[in-house]
């Protein structure tokens, strides 16, 4: 069988494949605590699971509209203009199963063949690897640590040229926990205005931040026509199963990413949009006690990480993963992340998961109880010292 030539550019998403090798282990009655999903391990908020089931009981099980329900794209829009201090129109809505099809949607309705992208590196690794399936040129923008995981506005300014036809902004990020600073979002709306491009701004981490208020670069003057907000309800409502997600953007180009979705899977399932409008309209103590102990969780696994040998780790402002240096075990990342799960049992990715740049980190999800985290930096401390990294 011949595939199309398009599959040899169509990455993939590792934590889903360590998922798998983790349980393999397991069933061999191996222990492994697993720090390689972006998964938060609370429940989903009880008042979201009771509108579910009561949509559930009044018939909500039908096709909605391909942008998603009315009443929900204006919720949704409400928030989005309170939080984001813009005026928003249910019109600039499209509702999503996940927020990967606003990536994909928005990416096939912007580029063509030989368009230039610009995304961060590391970063979320479905980013690259839909910038290449659709054949367009994938230009990475270098994320370092001694920036605190930010980017160098001049570097980035450097890679803008004629055929840059969208960059992509994550902030809070995955895999770093970085979050941008005013000073380069200002640079870098002061670039975007000169220049010709869309911005695709991923906030699916915007309430789960430590210092500081979240920014969105759809609040700068002058931006907002030209921003396309990605978010949802995964990370801030633990509601990764329901796969809903959102993006806001102008009309026309809602239109066309609502077009892509009845040409892929028609609509967003109706009873988990319910669920969604719960999620927003009540009440918010529970994402609040949620990033409070991820905030809990986060000091503790960078304590331990500074403590262990050949590591050194900083402390992320946002979402909820740690990215340790790892260049002094003398180990190379995917190296250091198997013998972890093979030997340690600890479940992390090689930060060459999430591009080159990510060479000579891991990434861990604190998303998991402190028991287990403590548990995991035993174990990778005994690893490393029998390893002689002491």
């Not at 360590?18 to 998964?39: M, S």
């Not at 993963?321 to 198997?338: H, R």
């Amino acid at each position: 069988m011949k595939y199309a030539t398009r599959m040899s550019r169509c990455g993939t998403e590792t934590a889903f494949e360590v998922l798998v090798r983790a349980q393999a282990l397991e069933r061999q009655g191996k222990e492994v605590v697993h720090l390689q999903i972006g998964e938060p391990d609370f429940d989903t908020p009880r008042h979201i699971r009771q509108a579910a089931a009561t949509a559930l009981d009044e018939g909500w099980t039908h096709y909605s509209p391909s942008p998603g329900l009315m009443e929900f794209r204006q919720v949704i829009a409400e928030h989005v203009s309170k939080t984001r201090g813009i005026a928003v129109a249910p019109e600039e809505v499209v509702v999503t199963p996940g927020g990967k099809p606003i990536m994909f949607f928005t990416m096939m309705a912007l580029l063509d063949e030989g368009d230039e992208a610009i995304y961060p590196n590391p970063g979320f690794p479905i980013y690259e690897s839909v910038i290449e399936l659709l054949g367009a040129r994938a230009v990475p923008l270098p994320l370092r640590e001694e920036r605190d995981f930010a980017f160098d506005v001049d570097e980035f300014e450097r890679l803008v040229t004629p055929r840059t036809k969208l960059v992509i902004v994550n902030s809070p990020q995955n895999p770093t926990g970085g979050v941008l600073d005013k000073q380069t979002l200002d640079r870098v709306a002061e670039i975007a205005r000169k220049q010709d491009f869309y911005i695709l701004s991923d906030e699916i981490y915007s309430r789960i931040i430590y210092e500081g208020e979240p920014l969105s670069l759809s609040s700068y003057p002058g931006l907002k026509e030209r921003v396309v907000i990605l978010d949802g309800f995964s990370k801030t409502y633990a509601m990764t199963g329901w796969r809903l997600g959102y993006g806001v953007m102008e009309p026309t180009l809602a239109k066309h990413v609502a077009r892509l979705q009845t040409n892929s899977n028609s609509c967003t399932n109706s009873f988990v949009q319910r669920a969604g409008i719960a999620a927003l309209r009540g009440p918010q103590d529970g994402v609040d006690e949620m990033v409070a102990e991820f905030r809990r969780r986060r000091d503790a696994v960078v304590a331990g990480l500074n403590k262990l040998p050949g590591v050194s780790c900083r402390m992320p402002k946002g979402a909820f993963y740690v990215f340790p240096n790892i260049t002094k075990t003398g180990m190379k990342s995917q190296e250091l992340a198997d013998s972890l799960l093979n030997e340690a049992g600890v479940a992390t990715l090689s930060g060459t998961a999430f591009g080159a740049y990510g060479e000579g980190y891991l990434r861990l999800s604190y998303a998991n109880s402190l028991p287990n985290l403590e548990k995991a930096l035993q174990k990778m401390h005994e690893f490393l010292t029998k390893r002689g990294h002491v």
